[in-house]
């Protein structure tokens, strides 16, 4: 790995990695989708399933109708929807949301596809 080191003009040093590897880490975009407060499970894995491929992780954290407790944490790693959610009993106060990374994505392609499950009221957050 090739680190080069800059001095800022307040006397700090930055260092900045120079690796291939590295370099492909600043390709991939974050995008956070907020979800109704309560879904249903079967819609909630048939919006993991729409989801493109160049959605490379998406994490979808949601409260499922008719149940207290716990929410559930919905995951595609790749091509591949994680058949069974997990359940998380704590974070009650994470806003049901889907998250998205992979190399530059789409959001107005990801809220059309959240808005096809659930209805128009979502918007989309990019970080």
């Not at 160049?54 to 944490?73: G, N, T």
């Not at 058949?83 to 992979?102: F, Q």
Request: neutral net charge; proline residues 10%.
């Amino acid at each position: 790995m090739d680190q080069s080191v800059e001095q800022l003009p307040s006397g700090k040093k930055l260092k900045r990695t120079q690796d291939h590897e590295h370099q492909l880490a600043h390709r991939f975009t974050g995008c956070k989708l907020p979800l109704p407060p309560r879904v249903s499970a079967s819609r909630m894995t048939r919006l993991m399933d729409k989801l493109p491929h160049w959605v490379l992780r998406a994490k979808a954290l949601v409260s499922i109708f008719d149940q207290e407790e716990p929410r559930w944490l919905f995951e595609k790693v790749g091509t591949e929807t994680i058949p069974k959610p997990t359940p998380v009993y704590d974070l009650p106060n994470t806003p049901a949301s889907l998250m998205c990374i992979g190399p530059k994505l789409d959001p107005d392609q990801l809220r059309k596809i959240v808005e096809s499950e659930f209805g128009t009221e979502q918007t989309t957050h990019e970080f």
